[in-house]
């Protein structure tokens, strides 16, 4: 079984936020494979069932950010998910509004969504997209950023990065990541 996870937060003032277009991503999944997320277990809200003959696991954690970390690894262990059929979605700060950047393994870089999933998963070996929401201007902080709303002239960009985080999903059910890698990657 392949697990897809969205990072973000729960609750209506996060909808649509900078730092939830991990949640967006699994929004889009669960319409393009006809996957409800209708399970509430494992402190996350996820949904099982096949896409292309392959099974499929779409999961949105629902601890908050920093404790994204501790629902993977829950879902992980229950239907004993090994490391390479997982992929984890989240914002990049460092990634311009809308680029989309897929790899096999890396740093935490400061987000902590995946701090807690590298301590929970024991590797920063995991695939994983990456959703570009460019730095804040000077003198904003960055929590405040990344809890802040796209402005409009950003949605293009984001709407697009969702679709294609999405199609990139969807090509990792056929074919190895690393295939998928190459052609996703901008």
């Known amino acids: ?22 949640f967006e991503v699994i929004d889009a999944l669960s319409n393009q494979f006809s996957i409800p997320l209708n399970q509430s277990k494992f402190k996350g809200l996820y949904g099982i069932g096949f896409y ?32 390479e059929d997982l992929v984890v979605i989240y914002d990049d700060l460092d990634l311009p509004v809308g680029k989309i950047r897929l790899r096999q393994k890396g740093s935490p870089g400061g ?3 995946i701090k807690s999933t590298v301590a929970h998963l024991g590797t920063q070996e995991f695939n994983r997209i990456r959703i570009g929401i460019d730095r804040p201007q000077a003198g904003m902080n960055v929590p405040d950023y990344v809890l802040g ?9 984001t709407g697009e990065a969702v679709k294609r985080s999405a199609d990139a999903c969807a090509a990792w059910l056929e074919k ?8 996703y990657n901008q």
Do not use: W
Request: hydrophobic share 35%; proline share 5%.
């Open 52 to 83: 292309n003959g392959e099974k499929v696991l779409l999961l949105k954690p629902l601890t908050y950010m920093n404790l994204s970390g501790e629902s993977i690894r829950a879902v992980m262990d229950y239907y004993q998910i090994v490391l």
């Open 176 to 183: 190895p990541f690393l295939q998928v890698m190459n052609e």
């Open 1 to 22: 079984m392949k697990c897809i996870v969205g990072l973000g937060n729960p609750g209506k003032q996060y909808e649509q936020t900078r730092h939830n277009i991990g």
């Open 149 to 157: 709303r796209f402005r409009p002239e950003e949605k293009t960009f």
């Open 111 to 113: 987000h902590n969504g």
